[in-house]
């Protein structure tokens, strides 16, 4: 964007806050602290939900209950955000999440959405051929899993809960949190140890 194109629509920003503030649509600690948690949404949020999940079973059955009151324990706001909820892999089961409509996505724990995720592509062949998707990521799922592909909509969001990796036996929430990915997340692939 060039820089009057920018400065102008900074002043239009500008403009609809205050007018919004003025009228008590919203107030400034609203706002600041809406802003806060934008600068704090990235993937790093769901694989620190996740690393503490596979260490802490109050912390996993918490979280499965409530995605939303698992971000707010971590400190970040979830007001005026669709309700989070988390899919648990198991032996039997494989999730992978895909929004069919448009391009519904948990941005307060995954961050902003990448490319492929908005991409009519993705968005069709995930349900038609999710295997073959994951495949190219790099996972293959045996298949005696049962692999179940979950829509998000704008009235609901949510993210993968995948299952710990063998051979992470010890291993502190911090190295578990580096396995987990913004794809692990998504579900198209499965936490990998550094080879
Ligand atoms: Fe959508």
Partial sequence: MSTPARAESVAHLERLITALTAKGHVSEDELALQQASTDKASPEVGARMVARAWLNPEWRAMMLRSGTEAVEALGISMAG?????????????????????????????????????????????????????????????????????????????WMVLPRRPAGTEGWSEDQLAALVTRDVLVGVALPKLPA
């Fill in 81 to 157: 955000a669709p309700p989070l909820g988390v899919l648990e892999d198991t032996a039997k089961r494989h999730h992978l999440i895909v929004c069919t409509l448009c391009s519904c996505y948990p941005r307060a724990v995954l961050g902003y959405p990448p490319y492929w995720y908005k991409s009519f592509s993705y968005r069709s062949r995930v349900v038609r051929e999710p295997r073959a998707v994951m495949a190219e990521w790099g996972s293959e799922l045996p298949d005696d899993i049962e692999l179940r592909v979950v829509d998000s909509t704008a009235d609901y969001r």
